[in-house]
């Protein structure tokens, strides 16, 4: 099956989407942490205590040593979570909403600075990402409570002013794939194969399995039962993110990537999404040459992955 990751029609919505809000879509947070009360774990536990399931509050600052030696942080975490509730109400209306479930967020302290910063998608730039209204009710109301949750974590915090400018995308910001089941197979055989096939190839093209959700678990618990399953992959390479993050320590607002698998009762489809790494490269106005390399090849050995997993 063709990887879709070229749409013109998807490119051109997305992109026009994510530029007309006039707002970076990227939100930073910052506040002073001279006496270092604001940690990793005081923000995942306002968090939890707001109702949020905390997916990963991932460490990074160990990993970049050990793999490169050296970091420019003190505190470098990747925090992903979700609401159940909000993401079930989103999910009967934009089946989609996998790829912000988990949502991700990036922690971090530069070494030798006294303050604390938190990044994270606005909901323009997700509505934008997932082609459905930013104006929708829901998803409004779930990106009011993240940001209320943050500013109960953020205690004082400040709206961090960029130096950049958005850019254009210069590709589609979601990338599909669509694994077409025959008639007379069971398609719990299917993904079970399929899974373990895609699990298999991760770590020889650089990529770890951050974590693993199984949302219609979820769906199934509330009486939602439109899926036969839907599984979220949250995919990391730690030379994307090392490498981004030198320059824009807020690119953990993108990692780990969500990557959704799922198939709908009635169908034969197993269909499959993650967001393109042109949402990186446009939203941080990504220029540098090592950047772009690592975000690109990353990109690449994704497609090509699903590619050769769903081709017939």
């Not at 992109?15 to 005081?42: C, E, R, Y």
């Not at 925090?79 to 989103?90: N, Q, R, S």
Request: with cysteine; aromatic share 10%; net charge neutral.
């Amino acid at each position: 099956m063709k990887l879709l990751t070229k749409s013109l029609i998807l490119t051109l919505l997305v992109s026009t989407g994510l530029m007309a809000t006039g707002a970076h879509n990227v939100q930073i947070l910052t506040v002073n942490n001279a006496d270092g009360k604001i940690t990793p774990k005081t923000i995942e536990a306002t968090f939890e205590k707001a109702g949020f399931f905390i997916n990963d509050n991932r460490d990074m600052t160990a990993p970049f040593i050990k793999n490169f030696k050296t970091t420019d942080f003190a505190v470098y975490n990747l925090f992903t979570i979700f609401k159940k509730d909000a993401v079930l109400a989103l999910a009967k209306k934009y089946p989609n909403i996998g790829l912000f479930t988990p949502m991700s967020m990036s922690i971090y302290t530069r070494k030798g600075s006294k303050t604390i910063s938190v990044s994270n998608l606005s909901v323009p730039a997700m509505a934008a990402i997932m082609g459905i209204p930013e104006n929708d009710a829901d998803l409004v109301a779930y990106g009011k409570l993240v940001q209320d949750t943050l500013k109960k974590a953020l205690p004082n915090a400040k709206v961090e002013t960029v130096a950049y400018a958005m850019k254009k995308p210069a590709g589609a910001l979601v990338s599909r794939a669509t694994l077409t089941m025959a008639k007379d197979v069971d398609w719990e055989d299917v993904k079970d194969d399929f899974e373990m096939n895609f699990e298999g190839e991760l770590p020889g093209n650089d990529f770890i399995m951050a974590g693993f959700n199984d949302l219609n678990y979820d769906f199934e618990e509330s009486k939602y039962e439109a899926f036969n399953f839907y599984d979220v992959y949250s995919i990391c390479n730690i030379s994307v993110i090392y490498t981004v993050s030198k320059r824009h320590p807020e690119a953990g607002a993108f990692a780990p990537c969500s990557l959704y698998m799922y198939n709908k009762k009635g169908t034969n489809t197993i269909e499959m999404a993650f967001p393109s790494v042109y949402n990186w490269i446009a939203s941080l106005a990504i220029e540098d040459k090592a950047s772009q390399e690592v975000l690109i090849t990353a990109q690449v050995k994704m497609e090509l992955i699903l590619e050769k997993l769903t081709k017939k």
